[in-house]
């Protein structure tokens, strides 16, 4: 029989031992995207900037930003850097995680504005996602080729990342009783999912994975 025969079903046994992993790699890459990409609802500009936005009284702009320094370096410290301007912060949040057989890096980053107008302060969010992430693996002498994939800038369009962003800022600004862990989020949202097991892959990625998710004292 000829070699190249023998090599057809050999390499055909190798990828499906491999596909899992392979399968395994992708959907974590794309989990890791932010979510970015069209919405599952695709939301309407008045509603998108309900989600993205907020304003509040009784406060001032530099009250605001301290306050948004600690809702990150209470997230992630070590991982978090700030870039100021006179109304705007830039929060970027690095991020790398080994998974099995893929090994994912990038970053987070946070568009932050925030302006004082008529005794009110007027904050505005946006987060994109600058992930990329590649695999491969030897499977006896036999190299399987390295899959690789990523997101530079893609827009993060998971409400929870906002919802929950927000929830800690109405926290520090005396507007809320409550600080909301990741766990405790995720919890308090599917409440009524009856054996609900929080794991950090469900909230939202920016805020949760790979964080210390510390309280504010």
């Excluded at 410290?77 to 994912?104: C, G, P, Q």
């Excluded at 409440?191 to 920016?206: A, L, N, Q």
């Amino acid at each position: 029989t000829d070699d190249s025969d023998q090599e057809v079903p050999e390499a055909k046994n190798i990828l499906e031992k491999n596909m899992k992993k392979i399968i395994i790699f992708l959907v974590a890459l794309a989990i890791l995207g932010g979510c970015s990409g069209v919405p599952k609802k695709q939301y309407t500009r008045a509603e998108w900037l309900d989600i993205t936005s907020r304003t509040y009284e009784g406060t001032s702009a530099g009250d605001v930003f301290s306050d948004i320094e600690t809702i990150f370096k209470m997230a992630d410290e070590e991982d978090v850097t700030f870039v100021h301007t006179e109304n705007s912060i830039i929060v970027d949040r690095k991020i790398s995680m080994y998974l099995v057989i893929a090994y994912v890096s990038g970053f987070y980053r946070w568009h932050i504005s925030v302006h004082e107008k008529e005794g009110r302060v007027i904050v505005s969010s946006h987060v994109e996602s600058f992930l990329n992430g590649s695999s491969g693996a030897m499977v006896g002498n036999t190299y399987i080729p390295s899959s690789s994939g990523g997101s530079g800038g893609a827009p993060v369009t998971n409400v929870d990342s906002y919802k929950l962003f927000w929830s800690r800022l109405d926290f520090l600004q005396g507007k809320s009783a409550k600080w909301y862990t990741c766990e405790g989020y995720m919890k308090h949202k599917n409440v009524d999912k009856k054996g609900y097991e929080y794991s950090s892959w469900d909230g939202p990625e920016d805020l949760c994975l790979n964080v210390s998710d510390n309280v504010p004292e």
